[in-house]
C-alpha cells in the first residue's frame, strides 16, 4: 500500500512537467532513440536525459541499450496507476449523486 | 486547440502536487468547506487557499460560498481532460502493438 503510493506520487509528478508529457506524446507512435527525441526539445542532451530518467522510474517508459543506441518506449504500468487514481476518484464522486438520487426517488415514508 | 492545451497543462500541473491530491481525495467522498478541508493540513489557512485556486483554476474542483462558508467540491471537467489524455497515449501504444501484430500474421506475398 505504501509503495503504491510512492509510485502514484512518482507518477503524477513526473506527469506534471509540459516536457516531460511531450516527450510520452512523441513515444506513444512508437520507440524513439534518446538522441532523435533529444533533436525537437530546446534543451541539453543531459537535461533530456535526467527527464528520462524521471519518467523510468515512474514506470511510464522503459529505456534499452543496444550496441551505442538507448532507445525509450512507453511502459503501460505508470499510465495504468494514473488511469485508475483519476478513475477511481471520479466514480466514488459520481457513486455519491447516485446515492443522493436514489434518495430523493425513494417513496416517503409513512 | 491551443486553450485545450492550456486546460491540460494546467490540470496535470496541479495534480503534481501531493497536498493538492490529498484535497481531492477527500472531496471525492463529497463536498467539504474550506475550513474543515485545511484542519488536517500541516500547513496556514493562505496556503490551503492557495491550492484551492490552483485547483478550481483547472476545472478539478468548484467553490461556492453561501454566508460565510466556502464550499469545495469536485468538479468533473478538469477530470475528464487528464483522463483522456492518459487515455489516448495508452490507446496509440496499444494501436501500434495491433498493426505489428496485423502485420506478423499476414500471410507471406510469393
Redesign the interface.
Same mark, same amino acid.
Do not use: M
Given at each position: 500500500m505504501h509503495s503504491q503510493q510512492v509510485a502514484? /506520487?512518482r507518477a503524477?509528478?513526473a506527469?506534471?512537467?509540459?516536457t516531460r508529457?511531450a516527450i510520452?506524446?512523441s513515444?506513444?507512435?512508437?520507440p524513439i532513440s534518446v538522441s532523435t527525441l533529444a533533436k525537437p526539445l530546446d534543451m541539453t542532451l543531459a537535461a533530456v536525459v535526467q527527464h528520462l530518467q524521471i519518467l523510468e522510474e515512474s514506470n511510464l517508459i522503459r529505456t534499452e541499450k543496444v550496441g551505442r543506441v538507448r532507445t525509450c518506449q512507453?511502459e503501460?504500468k505508470g499510465?495504468a496507476l494514473?488511469?485508475k =487514481?483519476?478513475? /477511481?476518484?471520479?466514480l466514488? =464522486?459520481?457513486r455519491?449523486f447516485d446515492r443522493l438520487g436514489a434518495l430523493l426517488t425513494e417513496p416517503e415514508q409513512k
Open positions: 502514484i /506520487d503524477f509528478h506527469l506534471g512537467d509540459p508529457r510520452l506524446e513515444l506513444s507512435q512508437g512507453i503501460l499510465f494514473v488511469e =487514481w483519476i478513475t /477511481d476518484r471520479r466514488l =464522486w459520481e455519491r
